[in-house]
């Protein structure tokens, strides 16, 4: 089993709709989670960390239930912009040092 | 502009043929980290440095060799590439390696062929 789960997509949604993307991790010790946002061809880029009490920045939400060991993206009002891989990434400490364990990633294209 | 740069971009090579791959950051990050991103398997660690002289292996480090001379550096040496290496390869810096929240800054991309 992966340590960190993502559903692949793609996910093809038009333009001002809302979507979601969730994931899971294995680790429950892990300590830090974020949405790194990868443009094709490009590196990834951190979008958002998230907090276990939700945090928003704009359009975007993200959730974190540590009970299930799941979190979640939410983008409203989606734009053309949007269109790129967004990647569960989970930070967990092994020996001194902390590690990211990076999801596969899921795929969102926003259609005109 | 704070950034990480890597060289080259692309290479096409044959097999067992030695490269480097350089990786240069500007922001005076303590932890350089490399990986390779390949479909399906997403991004995996190949080596990382706490500091300069201080490395260690990450998830996939065999065929691979990474030294850390000075704080901006960390070279990734192929000493023998073969085709499996074939990959997305990316260079990655943050500030420290013992908060959790740190943000990882990527450089752009090395696209490696080994036929």
């Known amino acids: 089993r992966k340590e960190v789960e993502q559903d692949p997509g793609p996910f093809n949604v038009p333009e001002g709709a809302t979507v979601a993307f969730n994931c899971t991790y294995s680790?429950?010790?892990?300590?830090?989670f974020f949405w790194y946002r990868q443009d094709c061809r490009k590196e990834p880029k951190l979008l958002m960390s998230v907090y276990s009490s939700g945090n928003e920045d704009g359009r975007f939400t993200a959730q974190l239930n540590r009970a299930s060991q799941y979190i979640s993206l939410l983008i409203r009002d989606s734009k053309l912009s949007d269109s790129a891989t967004y990647l569960c990434?989970?930070?967990?400490?092994?020996?001194?040092?902390?590690?990211?364990?990076f999801g596969t990633g899921t795929l969102l294209a926003v259609q005109p | 502009e704070a950034q990480v740069t890597q060289n080259p971009r692309y290479l096409i090579t044959v097999t067992g043929k030695k490269l480097t791959v350089t990786c240069s950051q500007n922001m005076n990050h303590e932890y350089m980290s490399w990986y390779r991103q390949d479909p399906g398997l997403g991004l995996r660690q190949i080596y990382y440095?706490?500091?300069?002289?201080?490395?260690d292996k990450g998830d996939v480090p065999e065929g691979y060799k990474v030294s850390r001379k000075e704080k901006r550096n960390f070279p990734l040496i192929l000493e023998s590439p073969s085709p499996n290496q074939t990959s997305l390869y990316f260079c990655?810096?943050?500030?420290?390696?013992?908060?959790?929240?740190?943000?990882?800054?990527f450089g752009p991309g090395t696209r490696l062929l080994v036929l």
């Open positions: 990434v989970v930070n967990i400490l092994r020996g001194a040092t902390n590690k990211l364990i």
């Open positions: 680790n429950s010790a892990s300590q830090s």
């Open positions: 990655a810096s943050s500030r420290g390696w013992a908060n959790s929240q740190e943000t990882q800054y």
């Open positions: 440095s706490m500091n300069v002289e201080v490395t």
